[in-house]
Protein backbone atom coordinates (compact mmCIF):
# COMPACT_ATOMS: atom_id res chain seq x y z
CA UNK A 1 0.00 0.00 0.00
CA UNK A 2 0.80 3.72 -0.81
CA UNK A 3 1.66 6.18 1.92
CA UNK A 4 2.41 9.56 2.32
CA UNK A 5 4.85 11.70 5.21
CA UNK A 6 4.05 15.17 5.62
CA UNK A 7 7.29 15.49 8.23
CA UNK A 8 6.08 19.26 8.90
CA UNK A 9 3.13 19.78 11.21
CA UNK A 10 3.50 23.79 10.70
CA UNK A 11 5.12 26.01 8.56
CA UNK A 12 5.22 29.74 8.80
CA UNK A 13 6.70 32.26 6.24
CA UNK A 14 6.60 35.88 5.77
CA UNK A 15 4.41 38.00 3.55
CA UNK A 16 6.50 38.15 -0.18
CA UNK A 17 8.83 35.53 0.87
CA UNK A 18 9.35 32.04 -0.71
CA UNK A 19 8.05 28.61 1.60
CA UNK A 20 8.94 24.85 0.57
CA UNK A 21 6.52 22.53 2.11
CA UNK A 22 8.16 18.87 2.57
CA UNK A 23 6.10 15.56 1.23
CA UNK A 24 7.47 11.99 0.86
CA UNK A 25 5.62 9.08 -0.11
CA UNK A 26 6.36 4.89 -0.72
CA UNK A 27 5.21 3.23 -3.52
CA UNK A 28 6.39 0.07 -5.60
CA UNK A 29 4.33 1.77 -8.89
CA UNK A 30 6.48 3.50 -11.74
CA UNK A 31 3.44 5.10 -12.75
CA UNK A 32 1.49 7.39 -10.66
CA UNK A 33 0.43 10.68 -10.12
CA UNK A 34 0.90 13.44 -7.70
CA UNK A 35 -0.98 16.27 -6.20
CA UNK A 36 -1.34 19.08 -3.70
CA UNK A 37 -4.72 20.53 -1.80
CA UNK A 38 -5.12 23.27 -0.07
CA UNK A 39 -7.60 23.54 2.32
CA UNK A 40 -8.44 26.79 4.12
CA UNK A 41 -10.26 27.67 7.34
CA UNK A 42 -13.25 27.23 4.93
CA UNK A 43 -12.62 23.34 4.81
CA UNK A 44 -13.34 23.49 0.95
CA UNK A 45 -10.37 21.19 -0.50
CA UNK A 46 -8.89 23.43 -3.60
CA UNK A 47 -6.65 21.58 -6.14
CA UNK A 48 -3.13 23.98 -6.03
CA UNK A 49 -1.15 21.36 -8.23
CA UNK A 50 -0.59 17.92 -9.98
CA UNK A 51 2.22 16.23 -11.25
CA UNK A 52 2.26 13.28 -13.49
CA UNK A 53 5.34 10.78 -12.47
CA UNK A 54 6.38 10.11 -16.20
CA UNK A 55 6.51 13.71 -16.84
CA UNK A 56 10.52 14.90 -15.68
CA UNK A 57 9.58 18.37 -16.13
CA UNK A 58 8.17 19.88 -12.61
CA UNK A 59 4.94 21.29 -12.78
CA UNK A 60 4.44 25.01 -12.19
CA UNK A 61 1.04 27.01 -11.93
CA UNK A 62 1.83 30.80 -11.34
CA UNK A 63 3.70 31.33 -7.91
CA UNK A 64 3.30 27.74 -7.27
CA UNK A 65 6.05 24.63 -8.29
CA UNK A 66 7.09 21.59 -7.39
CA UNK A 67 10.02 19.59 -6.59
CA UNK A 68 9.67 16.39 -8.04
CA UNK A 69 12.46 13.81 -7.56
CA UNK A 70 11.36 10.20 -8.59
CA UNK A 71 14.31 8.05 -7.27
CA UNK A 72 13.71 10.09 -3.95
CA UNK A 73 10.52 9.43 -3.84
CA UNK A 74 10.41 13.54 -2.96
CA UNK A 75 7.52 16.09 -3.56
CA UNK A 76 7.95 19.46 -2.06
CA UNK A 77 5.98 22.35 -2.52
CA UNK A 78 7.28 25.83 -3.21
CA UNK A 79 5.50 28.84 -2.68
CA UNK A 80 6.61 32.19 -3.98
CA UNK A 81 5.60 35.69 -2.84
CA UNK A 82 3.84 34.56 -0.29
CA UNK A 83 0.12 36.14 -0.17
CA UNK A 84 -2.00 35.99 2.96
CA UNK A 85 -4.56 34.00 1.36
CA UNK A 86 -1.82 31.17 1.43
CA UNK A 87 -2.92 30.10 4.92
CA UNK A 88 -3.91 27.09 4.85
CA UNK A 89 -3.61 23.42 5.54
CA UNK A 90 -1.56 21.80 2.64
CA UNK A 91 -1.91 18.19 2.06
CA UNK A 92 0.30 15.88 -0.36
CA UNK A 93 -1.75 13.16 -2.02
CA UNK A 94 -0.74 10.53 -4.46
CA UNK A 95 -2.81 8.57 -6.73
CA UNK A 96 -2.33 5.41 -8.60
CA UNK A 97 -3.10 5.31 -12.36
CA UNK A 98 -5.36 2.38 -13.15
CA UNK A 99 -6.09 -0.87 -11.29
CA UNK A 100 -8.10 -1.68 -7.74
CA UNK A 101 -7.58 1.58 -6.58
CA UNK A 102 -9.26 3.33 -9.52
CA UNK A 103 -7.93 6.72 -8.55
CA UNK A 104 -8.59 6.79 -4.90
CA UNK A 105 -6.47 9.54 -3.41
CA UNK A 106 -3.82 8.76 -0.60
CA UNK A 107 -3.19 11.96 1.76
CA UNK A 108 -0.63 12.84 4.09
CA UNK A 109 -1.13 14.18 7.34
CA UNK A 110 -0.96 18.27 6.01
CA UNK A 111 1.24 21.07 6.86
CA UNK A 112 -0.10 24.24 8.52
CA UNK A 113 0.81 27.02 6.89
CA UNK A 114 1.35 30.95 8.32
CA UNK A 115 1.72 33.85 6.08
CA UNK A 116 2.83 36.57 8.94
CA UNK A 117 1.99 40.48 7.39
CA UNK B 1 -16.82 26.75 -6.43
CA UNK B 2 -15.69 23.53 -7.72
CA UNK B 3 -19.22 22.21 -9.20
CA UNK B 4 -20.34 19.85 -6.43
CA UNK B 5 -22.22 19.66 -4.04
CA UNK B 6 -22.91 18.63 -0.60
CA UNK B 7 -26.15 18.58 2.05
CA UNK B 8 -26.47 18.81 4.96
CA UNK B 9 -22.94 21.27 5.35
CA UNK B 10 -23.92 20.38 9.11
CA UNK B 11 -25.50 17.63 11.46
CA UNK B 12 -25.74 16.90 14.69
CA UNK B 13 -27.13 13.29 15.74
CA UNK B 14 -27.02 11.44 18.87
CA UNK B 15 -25.04 8.03 19.23
CA UNK B 16 -26.94 5.23 18.00
CA UNK B 17 -28.64 7.24 15.13
CA UNK B 18 -28.45 6.93 11.51
CA UNK B 19 -28.03 9.84 9.03
CA UNK B 20 -27.82 10.11 5.22
CA UNK B 21 -25.21 12.41 3.41
CA UNK B 22 -26.17 13.53 -0.29
CA UNK B 23 -23.65 14.56 -3.16
CA UNK B 24 -24.29 15.53 -6.58
CA UNK B 25 -20.94 15.39 -8.78
CA UNK B 26 -20.06 17.93 -11.23
CA UNK B 27 -22.17 18.49 -14.42
CA UNK B 28 -20.73 15.01 -16.76
CA UNK B 29 -18.73 13.74 -14.23
CA UNK B 30 -19.29 9.44 -13.93
CA UNK B 31 -17.40 8.78 -10.39
CA UNK B 32 -17.85 10.09 -6.78
CA UNK B 33 -15.74 9.32 -3.97
CA UNK B 34 -16.22 9.95 -0.06
CA UNK B 35 -13.37 10.56 2.13
CA UNK B 36 -13.56 10.96 5.55
CA UNK B 37 -11.55 13.51 7.66
CA UNK B 38 -11.08 13.50 11.42
CA UNK B 39 -8.71 14.62 13.81
CA UNK B 40 -7.37 10.98 14.53
CA UNK B 41 -7.56 9.38 11.52
CA UNK B 42 -7.03 12.57 8.83
CA UNK B 43 -7.77 12.34 5.39
CA UNK B 44 -9.49 8.70 4.59
CA UNK B 45 -10.62 7.61 1.40
CA UNK B 46 -13.96 5.32 1.84
CA UNK B 47 -15.57 4.01 -1.15
CA UNK B 48 -15.66 5.03 -4.71
CA UNK B 49 -18.84 4.82 -7.40
CA UNK B 50 -18.45 4.97 -11.09
CA UNK B 51 -21.43 5.13 -13.05
CA UNK B 52 -23.92 3.72 -10.68
CA UNK B 53 -21.64 0.63 -9.51
CA UNK B 54 -18.87 0.26 -6.77
CA UNK B 55 -15.74 0.80 -7.74
CA UNK B 56 -13.51 0.60 -5.00
CA UNK B 57 -13.53 0.26 -1.00
CA UNK B 58 -11.32 1.97 1.31
CA UNK B 59 -11.46 1.82 5.10
CA UNK B 60 -15.48 2.11 5.45
CA UNK B 61 -16.47 0.73 8.14
CA UNK B 62 -19.40 -2.12 7.83
CA UNK B 63 -22.23 0.44 9.29
CA UNK B 64 -21.72 2.56 6.58
CA UNK B 65 -22.75 2.21 2.95
CA UNK B 66 -23.40 4.48 0.09
CA UNK B 67 -24.75 4.34 -3.85
CA UNK B 68 -24.79 6.22 -6.29
CA UNK B 69 -28.14 6.70 -8.16
CA UNK B 70 -29.51 6.81 -12.21
CA UNK B 71 -28.96 10.37 -11.85
CA UNK B 72 -25.04 10.32 -10.56
CA UNK B 73 -25.93 11.45 -7.30
CA UNK B 74 -24.59 9.32 -4.24
CA UNK B 75 -25.31 9.46 -0.89
CA UNK B 76 -23.29 7.73 2.44
CA UNK B 77 -25.67 6.07 4.74
CA UNK B 78 -23.72 6.06 8.79
CA UNK B 79 -25.91 3.96 10.99
CA UNK B 80 -25.46 3.15 14.42
CA UNK B 81 -23.45 6.25 15.14
CA UNK B 82 -20.60 6.52 17.63
CA UNK B 83 -18.51 9.27 18.84
CA UNK B 84 -15.84 8.82 16.59
CA UNK B 85 -17.40 9.01 13.78
CA UNK B 86 -17.44 12.85 13.94
CA UNK B 87 -15.99 14.30 11.19
CA UNK B 88 -15.75 15.88 8.29
CA UNK B 89 -16.53 13.73 5.49
CA UNK B 90 -16.39 14.85 1.61
CA UNK B 91 -17.40 13.88 -1.92
CA UNK B 92 -15.38 14.29 -4.77
CA UNK B 93 -15.74 13.82 -7.93
CA UNK B 94 -14.10 13.25 -11.31
CA UNK B 95 -15.09 12.49 -15.04
CA UNK B 96 -14.16 8.47 -15.56
CA UNK B 97 -12.45 7.73 -12.10
CA UNK B 98 -8.46 6.95 -12.50
CA UNK B 99 -8.28 8.02 -16.11
CA UNK B 100 -4.36 9.28 -16.60
CA UNK B 101 -5.62 13.09 -16.82
CA UNK B 102 -8.09 12.86 -14.17
CA UNK B 103 -8.55 15.82 -11.10
CA UNK B 104 -11.01 15.10 -7.93
CA UNK B 105 -13.17 18.03 -7.30
CA UNK B 106 -14.19 17.88 -4.03
CA UNK B 107 -17.49 19.21 -2.48
CA UNK B 108 -18.03 22.18 0.59
CA UNK B 109 -18.21 18.96 3.30
CA UNK B 110 -20.93 17.69 6.04
CA UNK B 111 -19.48 18.65 9.17
CA UNK B 112 -20.84 15.75 11.58
CA UNK B 113 -21.13 15.96 15.20
CA UNK B 114 -22.19 12.88 17.08
CA UNK B 115 -23.11 13.74 20.83
Known amino acids: AQTVTQSQPEMSVQEAETVTLSCTYD???????LFWYKQPPSRQMILVIRQEAYKQQNATENRFSVNFQKAAKSFSLKISDSQLGDAAMYFCAYRSPAGTSYGKLTFGQGTILTVHP | DSGVTQTPKHLITATGQRVTLRCSPRSGDLSVYWYQQSLDQGLQFLIQ???????AKGNILERFSAQQFPDLHSELNLSSLELGDSALYFC??????????????FGPGTRLLVL
Open chain 1, 27 to 33: TSESDYY
Open chain 2, 49 to 55: YYNGEER
Open chain 2, 92 to 105: ASSVVGGGPAETQY
